[in-house]
């Protein structure tokens, strides 16, 4: 499969004013089109008011709020149209199993893999919205609990990358747990999980570069010798060996297809001090 010519950007939550900066500086033009996707927030018109006004001031007039949830169907004309058109994408935090509900399976869904594939497009997201953007995505899983069988729960996503669980506000919320889980169960999936105001750009659809002040964690499940989770009863812990984790930070980016760690060298200035 040839590589995707968008880009992905996904925040793990909190103070998101670095990702729209990002967002502005590295892959717009004063006249890029924006369209902010409300679906996952508790408050949409909150929520894409306050995201539109956010990227009008760092420059971008042409940003738009797309309402895609109980009143408003994915498939519009007009939506597909201005689907079509834009430039960036950008998926607001809330509740990811609305992103399953109102957007798995329809065309504007469709449209946006077809762009992402074959178009330099940037499909960004905070929590939820970061959560949202691989074929899985984590939607439960608590504390201590989540190391049980049965309790971590994931649903299908939007399919932008394969083969990657992509969980929000990691450190801050202890969610080490659900997503170790996640990939015991499903060893083949890559897991990174994002610290608050902390996130990763995936350029190529598997070279994933850290952005921000926190720590990214990827837990990797190719190298598992044992697990005991096709066995044991639901409400059992889980055992598992040989589960590989790594710490990442802002300098360092992690090649999924090689399953390598590697700082990013920055030039040097060859001026005298």
Known sequence: MTKPKGTLIALGGGDDDGLLQLIRADYCQANSVVEVITTAAPSPQESGDAYQEAFVELGLKNAHVMHIDEQNAADKPEYLERINRADVFF??????????????????????????????????????????????????????????????????????????????????????????????????????????????????????????????????????????????????????????????VEGHRYCITDKRLQPILKQVSDSKI
């Open 91 to 248: 998926f607001t935090g809330g509740d990811q199993r609305r992103i399953n509900q109102f957007l798995l399976d329809t065309q504007v869904q469709r449209l946006m893999q077809q762009r992402y594939q074959n178009e330099d497009i940037v499909i960004a997201g905070t929590s939820a919205g970061a959560s949202a953007i691989s074929n899985r995505m984590i939607y439960e899983g608590y504390g201590s609990n989540s190391l049980v069988k049965g309790e971590t729960k994931t649903c299908s996503g939007l399919s932008f990358v394969q083969k990657l669980y992509i969980d929000s506000h990691f450190t801050e919320r202890g969610r080490f747990g659900r997503l170790a889980v996640a990939i015991a169960k499903w060893p083949d999936y890559l897991g990174i999980g994002l610290g608050e105001e902390t996130g990763v750009i995936i350029k190529e659809g598997s070279l994933v570069e850290v952005f921000g002040p926190g720590v990214v964690t990827i837990i990797d499940g190719s190298q598992i010798q044992y697990c005991n989770i096709d066995e044991v009863a639901y409400g059992s812990p889980i055992a598992v060996e040989n589960l590989v984790m790594h710490l990442l």
